[in-house]
């Protein structure tokens, strides 16, 4: 074989390996799998101008204090409501349960949400819905809201449940338009600046 294909072959496959080895952006697994499906163009939210421009979302620091073991309160016979939402669309929901916790010496307490739909749906049957609004919605946050998701398997056998808002995200209308996201309720917002999670999305 001629030495500088020999030699052009050799730098092609290095440059191959190092290509699928570059590290997934993001500090935490949480957040580099928030970016990887943000970066999939066949599961990414964003506008193909910003996909193209896309380098990964912006979070606040970690914070460990930001991970709480909240008390969880179910809530019996709750009825079915219509839950406002960005567009027309009111997808059926009900209050399930009442987490209690404590954040920066504070008592609060959030409703969790369950959806109707994804009751039929296995894939999504045990997600559970924790919206949220904080002091830096609308500035450096999302103004409608961030959202966490709980699974009915995370609540224990003594009715508690970890909270990481380390671990929250925006609804896909803060990158979209196109999308119908649930508007958190007023009840739910945390009278507190929550520092952490995904940051308000700057569009290209």
């Known amino acids: 074989m001629n030495k500088f294909l020999f030699l052009f072959l050799t730098l092609f496959l290095v440059s191959c390996n190092s290509f699928d080895k570059r590290p997934l952006i993001g500090k935490t697994p949480y957040q580099q799998q928030l970016n990887s499906s943000f970066k999939d163009a066949t599961t990414s939210p964003l506008l193909s101008k910003d996909l193209k421009n896309f380098k990964g979302l912006d979070f606040f620091a970690v914070d460990s204090s930001f991970i709480v073991k909240a008390t969880f309160t179910p809530i019996q016979n709750a009825p079915i409501f219509e839950m406002p939402t960005t567009t027309e669309r009111t997808p059926l929901y009900k209050e399930f349960g009442i987490v209690s916790f ?7 307490q ?54 990481n808002f380390n671990n929250t995200y925006n609804p896909y209308c803060a990158y979209n338009e196109k999308y119908s996201c649930p508007l958190t309720p007023r009840k739910n917002h945390l009278d507190i600046d929550v520092k952490v999670g995904v940051k308000t999305f700057k569009k290209y």
Request: aromatic share 14%.
């Open 110 to 163: 959030l409703t969790l949400y369950q959806s109707q739909d994804d009751l039929k749906d296995d894939k999504y049957k045990d997600y559970l819905f924790l919206p949220f609004t904080d002091n830096t919605s609308g500035y450096e946050s999302y103004g409608a809201g961030r959202y966490m998701d709980i699974m009915l398997g995370d609540i224990t056998e003594n009715n508690t449940v970890v909270l």
């Open 102 to 108: 404590t954040l920066q010496n504070k008592p609060f």
